[in-house]
T-cell receptor, first 115, second 112 residues
Framework: AQSVSQHNHHVILSEAASLELGCNYS??????LFWYVQYPGQHLQLLLK??????LVKGIKGFEAEFIKSKFSFNLRKPSVQWSDTAEYFC?????????????FGSGTRLQVQP | DADVTQTPRNRITKTGKRIMLECSQT?????MYWYRQDPGLGLRLIYY???????NKGEISDGYSVSRQAQAKFSLSLESAIPNQTALYFC???????????FGPGTRLTVL
């Protein structure tokens, strides 16, 4: 079974600092990759996704992620964070080869941006 | 996303009670999912359904059952609730074309 690892559980940054959140997955086949964000008290929203093509994917609110197949990684980046980016971030994967489209999630990274 | 709604939003119940959580969507998607979220564990899949006649167990289906009453409705039941089912429950939908899941606002369930 596939698994998703997010090694940073809690990250604290000052405004304008750069952000990189790690995500690694275990599945060796073809996958779709996602980053979701959950703002305090809200439901999950899609930040960006990668299915194929350019491994550098741009999402909403200035976020981007890079798929590195050889490293089984899909790290999320933002050059300059804002206080409003305070949220929990989840990496997720699903398998393209099977009919199953349910997501496997990482445990999440809580980002706290200090003004 | 207002297109995916969940009721109730909050529920406190006692051990042994039967509970039903409901999910409705207006996105016209065939695929629906139930996840639970626990602190430090992310979201874990309980059940999923690709259409009204197709129901599949997820990784943590024990103690839960589901019903897909229509394309737009997918209910999750706890036949006899226990305290370790205290969690935040999310419903999600997706379509075949975009393969992107859209989440409801969640139901916070507390089992005493």
């Amino acid at each position: 079974a596939q698994s998703v690892s997010q090694h940073n559980h809690h990250v604290i940054l000052s405004e304008a600092a750069s952000l990189e959140l790690g995500c690694n997955y275990s599945y060796g086949g073809t996958v779709n990759l996602f980053w979701y964000v959950q703002y305090p008290g809200q439901h999950l929203q899609l930040l960006l996704k990668y299915f194929s093509g350019d491994p550098l994917v741009k999402g909403i609110k200035g976020f981007e992620a890079e798929f590195i197949k050889s490293k089984f990684s899909f790290n999320l980046r933002k050059p300059s964070v804002q206080w409003s980016d305070t949220a929990e971030y989840f990496c997720a994967v699903n398998e393209r080869a099977t009919g199953r489209r349910a997501l496997t999630f990482g445990s999440g990274t809580r980002l706290q941006v200090q003004p | 996303d207002a297109d995916v709604t969940q009721t109730p939003r909050n529920r406190i119940t006692k051990t042994g009670k039967r509970i039903m959580l409901e999910c409705s969507q207006t996105k016209g998607h065939d695929r629906m999912y139930w996840y639970r979220q626990d602190p430090g564990l992310g979201l874990r899949l309980i059940y999923y359904s690709f259409d009204v006649k197709d129901i599949n167990k997820g990784e943590i289906s024990d103690g839960y059952s589901v019903s897909r009453q229509a394309q737009a409705k997918f209910s999750l039941s706890l036949e006899s609730a226990i305290p370790n089912q205290t969690a935040l429950y999310f419903c999600a939908t997706s379509d075949f074309v975009t393969d992107t899941q859209y989440f409801g606002p969640g139901t916070r369930l507390t089992v005493l």
